[in-house]
C-alpha cells in the first residue's frame, strides 16, 4: 500500500503546474516575438523572403510538435551538445507557436480592407509606417480572439514535454502514478488542472470573439 494521501498527491501535482505555467509563458511569449518578425518578412515586398517565411510556416505546420521536441533534445546531442530538456522544450515550443502566431496574425492584417493602405499610400506613408500607424492597430483588434485561443494550445502543448524528460504536470502525474499506484486518482487530478488552466482562457478568447463581433458591426 503507498502511504501518499490524496492531498499528498495533489499537492506534487501543483507544484510541478508552475513549470507547466512558466513554459506555457515563455512559449507563448517567446513565440510571439518570433512571429511578429515572422509576419512582417511574410508580407513583406521580397518574393524570397516571403517564401522563406512561409517555408518555416508549412515546416513547424506541417511536422508534429514531438518530432521537433525530440530534433530539439537530442539533435544537438549528435554534435556533443548537451541540450537540458528546458531549453530544448522552450526553444521548440517558441519555433512551433511562432509558426502558427504569424499565420493567424497575418490573416488578420490580410482582412484589413485594401482601402486602407490607399488611404496610407495617399499620406505619402512607407511600407513600415503604413503597418505600424495604420494597418497593425486595426488587425490587433481582430488578432486578440484566436490569439487567446490558441494560448490554449499551448498550454496543452506543454504535456508533450515529458517525452524529452520536462517535469512538468505530465510527467509529474507518471512519476506519481509510478509512486503511489492510483492513476484513476493522479490522473484524475492532472486532467482536473488542464481544464481550470484551460477552460478560463477558452471563455475569455470567446468572450473577445463577441466584443470584437459587436465593435466590427457597429463600424
Not at 494521501?5 to 503546474?17: G, V
Not at 488611404?119 to 505600424?132: E, F, I, P
Not at 524529452?164 to 493522479?186: D, H, R, W, Y
Amino acid at each position: 500500500m503507498s502511504d501518499f494521501s490524496t492531498w499528498d498527491i495533489l499537492r506534487n501535482l501543483l507544484l510541478a503546474t508552475r513549470w507547466t505555467l512558466v513554459l506555457s509563458m515563455v512559449s507563448f511569449l517567446g513565440g510571439g516575438v518570433v512571429a511578429l518578425a515572422i509576419l512582417f518578412l511574410r508580407i513583406g515586398k521580397s518574393k524570397f523572403v516571403r517564401n522563406l517565411a512561409r517555408g518555416y510556416i508549412e515546416l513547424f505546420q506541417g511536422t508534429p510538435l514531438l518530432m521537433q521536441l525530440f530534433l530539439a533534445f537530442f539533435g544537438l546531442g549528435l554534435f556533443g551538445i548537451d541540450v537540458p530538456a528546458w531549453l530544448a522544450a522552450a526553444a521548440a515550443l517558441i519555433c512551433w507557436t511562432a509558426a502558427f502566431l504569424a499565420e493567424i496574425w497575418r490573416g488578420c492584417v490580410e482582412s484589413i480592407p485594401k482601402g486602407q493602405w490607399e488611404a496610407g499610400q495617399s499620406l505619402a506613408l512607407n511600407h513600415v509606417q503604413q503597418m505600424r500607424l495604420v494597418i497593425l492597430p486595426q488587425a490587433l483588434r481582430i488578432a486578440i480572439p484566436p490569439t487567446a485561443g490558441f494560448s490554449v494550445q499551448v498550454v496543452k502543448g506543454t504535456a508533450l514535454t515529458s517525452i524529452i524528460g520536462f517535469v512538468e504536470l505530465s510527467k509529474a502525474g507518471t512519476i506519481v502514478t509510478n509512486a503511489t499506484f492510483q492513476p484513476f486518482i493522479v490522473y484524475g487530478f492532472v486532467a482536473l488542472i488542464y481544464f481550470v488552466i484551460c477552460f478560463p482562457l477558452s471563455k475569455f478568447s470567446k468572450y473577445l470573439e463577441r466584443r470584437a463581433a459587436v465593435a466590427y458591426s457597429a463600424r
